[in-house]
C-alpha cells in the first residue's frame, strides 16, 4: 500500500483556471505539507497542516488554499492559474512526535500552465 | 540564517567505488536534524537516512552513511559500492523548528550523481 499518495501525477492546464491536486497519507501521521520544486529542482516549503490545523504558510500567494479535511488528507486548490506555477508539487506526512521527525514524500503532481 | 549548501552540482562515479556527497548547514538551533533524500529520475523523493544533532555516532543505513562533522556544520552522505541504481539526484535537508512538534525541512540545491560503469 501506498503509504503517501497524490493524484493527479501530471496535470496540463491553461492559465486562469482553477486546479486542485489531492493527498492522502495512511501512516497515521498528524503533520502533513506541501512543498514545491521548480525547473531548477530547488524544494521549498508552502505549507504546514498539523490536526487539520494550518501551522505554516510560507508568503504563498493567496491564490493557493490548502484544505484538510482530516488529518489523513491535505489538498491543495489553486485560483487563477499562473505560467510561473507550473512545478512539482510534493505532499509530505511526518508524525507529531519530537525528536526523530522524518518526513515522508508523495510521489509528485507535475503541474504544466500553458 | 538557516541555510543549507551542497556545493556540487553533479559528479560522476564508477559503479563499485564508494563516493561523498558533499553537505555543509548554518543554523543557530540547538536541536536540529540533518536529512538525505534520494530523487531518481522518475520524480519520488526518497528517505535515506536522518542523523540528529544530539547524535553522538554518525548514522548508518546499508550503504549509506552520515558522516557528521558538527563543529564543521557538515553532514556528508556516503554511499560504499555504488551501483547504477544510484544515478539520481541527492538531496540534503534540514529540519528545523516552527512552533510546537512541526517542523518544516529546507532543502539544498541536489547533486546530480552519475554512475558509470
Known amino acids: 500500500d501506498t503509504a503517501v499518495s497524490q493524484t493527479p501525477k501530471y496535470l496540463v492546464t491553461q492559465m486562469g483556471n482553477d486546479k486542485s491536486i489531492k493527498c492522502e497519507q495512511n501512516?497515521?501521521?498528524?503533520?502533513m505539507y506541501w512543498y514545491k520544486q521548480d525547473s531548477k529542482k530547488f524544494l521549498k516549503i508552502m505549507f504546514s497542516?498539523?490536526?487539520?490545523?494550518?501551522?505554516i504558510n510560507e508568503t504563498v500567494p493567496n491564490r493557493f488554499s490548502p484544505k484538510s479535511p482530516d488529518k489523513a488528507h491535505l489538498n491543495l486548490h489553486i485560483n487563477s492559474l499562473e505560467l510561473g506555477d507550473s512545478a512539482v508539487y510534493f505532499c509530505?506526512?511526518?508524525?507529531?512526535?519530537?525528536?526523530?521527525?522524518?518526513?515522508?514524500f508523495g510521489p509528485g503532481t507535475r503541474l504544466t500552465v500553458l | 540564517a538557516q541555510k543549507i549548501t551542497q556545493t556540487q552540482p553533479g559528479m560522476f562515479v564508477q559503479e563499485k567505488e564508494a563516493v561523498t556527497l558533499d553537505c555543509t548547514y548554518d543554523?543557530?538551533?540547538?536541536?536540529?536534524?540533518l536529512f538525505w533524500y534520494k530523487q531518481p529520475s522518475s520524480g519520488e523523493m526518497i528517505f535515506l537516512i536522518y542523523?540528529?544533532?544530539?547524535?553522538?555516532q554518525n548514522a548508518t543505513e546499508g550503504r549509506y552513511s552520515l558522516n557528521f562533522q558538527k563543529a564543521r556544520k557538515s553532514a556528508n552522505l556516503v554511499i560504499s559500492a555504488s551501483q547504477l541504481g544510484d544515478s539520481a539526484m541527492y538531496f540534503c535537508?534540514?529540519?528545523?523548528?516552527?512552533?510546537?512538534?512541526?517542523?518544516?525541512?529546507?532543502f539544498g540545491t541536489g547533486t546530480l550523481l552519475a554512475v558509470q560503469p
Open positions: 509530505a506526512s511526518s508524525p507529531q512526535i519530537a525528536g526523530v521527525v522524518t518526513q515522508y
Open positions: 501512516l497515521g501521521h498528524d503533520t
Open positions: 497542516y498539523n490536526n487539520k490545523e494550518l501551522i
Open positions: 543554523t543557530s538551533d540547538q536541536s536540529y536534524g
Open positions: 542523523q540528529g544533532s544530539y547524535d553522538e
Open positions: 535537508a534540514m529540519r528545523v523548528r516552527k512552533g510546537g512538534a512541526t517542523n518544516k525541512l529546507i
